[in-house]
């Protein structure tokens, strides 16, 4: 069973920065995608970033410009950089695995740190 752990988070400041961590306990060469969704109360789920299998990056247009998603093979780790953050930001922040090999399609999901942007 794979299990996604993370880890950042926290209450920052307006302005601030944080960096999120997605410990995978199967190699991330298995997954097709990695990435980064949140969900604020009251509010549907959202994309912030992903990053695929060969490389390629997507981002929510909310975090265009100021946002950064990367991998460390060596460390089975996925983090998410996040500048010039405004309270807008504030959600649990949950870190997604998915993969698509010759059975069904799977997802996997972290418990996701809570992220709040105050003052």
């Known amino acids: 069973q794979v299990q996604l752990v993370e880890s950042g988070g926290g209450l920052v400041q307006p302005g601030g920065s944080l960096r999120l961590s997605c410990a995978s306990s199967e190699s991330i060469f298995r997954f097709n995608n990695m990435g980064w969704y949140r969900q604020a109360p009251g509010k549907e789920r959202e994309l912030v970033a992903t990053i695929a299998s060969g490389g390629s990056t997507n981002y929510g247009d909310f975090v265009k410009g100021r946002s950064a998603i990367a991998r460390d093979h060596a460390k089975n780790t996925v983090y998410l950089q996040i500048n010039n953050l405004k309270h807008e930001d504030t959600a649990v922040y949950l870190c997604?695995?998915?993969?698509?090999?010759?059975?069904?399609?799977?997802?996997?999901w972290g418990r996701g740190p809570q992220v709040t942007i105050t003052s």
């Open positions: 997604n695995a998915y993969e698509k090999g010759c059975g069904p399609a799977r997802d996997y």
